[in-house]
Each structure stands twice: as C-alpha cells, then as structure tokens.
C-alpha cells in the first residue's frame, strides 16, 4: 500500500467513526427528545407532582378558611358581649332622651 492510500483510509475511518459518534449522539438525543423520552417522562412526573402539591394546598387553604371564619365568628361574638357588658357597667343605656 502506499502511503498517500493509507493515508487516506485512515482519513476514511476518522470521518466513519465520527459519522457512526453522531448517530449514537443522535439517537440519545432522540431518546431524551421522543413524546414518551425520558424528559418527556420527567416533565409528566413534575406535572403530577405539582398537581398533587395543589390538592394538598388547597385542602390546606380549605380548612384555614373554616377555621378562620369560626374564629372571626368567636370574636365577633366575645365584642357584643363586652359591648354588653360596658354598657351596664358605664349605664350608657340609662341616659335622660330629653
């Protein structure tokens, strides 16, 4: 063989295994990329990991409102009965209408 052939085989296998270097990376790529790829999965888990995070907040949200709204309602009750209250210590319902 002569040197300017060996020289162009070995020109030949660099370019076929960097051809063959491309395809693997392509199909890796492909991999990661295709509806049901790995990223694909990974968004899907994300997607339903939030969605649950949102349930649980929600009921969490739910029920600070229900206790918020009974305690809104003990406080409103525990102000009519100190409005009672000073008004019979204070005699305020007892002054003169004319």
Not at 57 to 82: A, C, I, P, T, W
Request: hydrophobic share 30%.
């Amino acid at each position: 063989m002569e040197e300017q052939e060996r020289e162009q085989n070995k020109r030949i296998n660099q370019h076929q295994r960097f051809i063959n270097n491309l395809r693997e990376r392509l199909k890796t790529v492909e991999t990661d990329v295709e509806p049901d790829g790995r990223i694909s999965e990974a968004f899907e888990a994300l997607d339903n990991h939030l969605d649950d995070v949102e349930q649980r907040l929600g009921k969490r949200l739910d029920d600070h409102d229900k206790k918020f709204g009974r305690l809104e309602h003990k406080v409103n009750q525990l102000g009519s009965k100190l409005d009672i209250i000073i008004e019979h210590l204070t005699g305020v319902n007892d002054l003169p209408e004319e």
